[in-house]
């Protein structure tokens, strides 16, 4: 079945410990992107990747890391995660910037205590 | 950067048609205008998108102003699935970066 996974699904966890939700898509798609969806704000584009090794920062990209050594995986890294990133996280994939559908994960729901 | 205003929320009753508007008045000559839609505990999912001309699928119609800074997607049958939050966005595809914004969307019931 064609999708895009993330794990953990849940996740609480205390400030300053370094975390990775890991997102995986198998349809062969170059393009891979992160939000965050907060109540009231709507989704926000925090990474995106065009292809492998080239990535570049969305609209809320502050206190995130992500790497893209493979097609099929792009982790987000939080270094030292804060109160502030209490959220749920998705990761969308494409065939190509080009293409319009993006195909959502099942999102992550983080707490940061 | 083009932004985007849709009501807060909207109903609708069952298998009657939904029209849900978005206005758009920044936007320019290479947005292209998607929707998406989010049903509850679930991620978002593609609906439609079009550029200038109205477009059809299997899951709604897209109607584009000829100014194009307003646009109105259009469920022909609201069913009880179809309660979610509707996102309209627009995406410039010729830039050398990615910028996607969705804002708050409407949401919409549907009434039995």
């Known amino acids: 079945e064609a999708q895009v996974t993330q794990n953990p699904r849940y996740l609480i966890t205390v400030t300053g410990k370094k975390l990775t939700v890991t997102c995986s898509q198998n349809m062969n798609h170059e393009y891979m992107s992160w939000y965050r969806q907060d109540p009231g704000l709507g989704l926000r584009q925090i990474y995106y990747?065009?292809?492998?090794?080239?990535?570049d920062k969305g609209d809320v990209p502050e206190g995130y890391k992500v790497s893209r050594k493979e097609k099929r995986n792009f982790p987000l890294i939080l270094e030292s995660p804060s109160p502030n990133q209490t959220s749920l996280y998705f990761c969308a994939s494409s065939l190509g910037r080009d293409y319009n559908e993006q195909f959502f994960g099942p999102g992550t729901r983080l707490t940061v205590l | 950067d083009a932004k985007t205003t849709q009501p807060n929320s909207m109903e609708s009753n069952e298998e009657e048609p939904v029209h849900l508007p978005c206005n758009h008045s920044t936007i320019s000559g290479t947005d292209y205008i998607h929707w998406y839609r989010q049903l509850p505990s679930q991620g978002p999912e593609y609906v439609i998108h079009?550029?200038?001309s109205n477009v059809n699928n299997r899951m709604a119609s897209l109607a584009i102003a000829e100014d194009r800074k307003s646009s109105t997607l259009i469920l022909h049958r609201a069913t009880l699935r179809d309660a979610a939050v509707y996102y309209c966005i627009l995406r410039d595809l010729e830039t050398s970066y990615d910028k996607v914004i969705f804002g708050p969307g409407t949401s919409l019931s549907v009434i039995p």
């Open positions: 990747s065009m292809n492998v090794e080239v990535t």
């Open positions: 079009g550029l200038t």
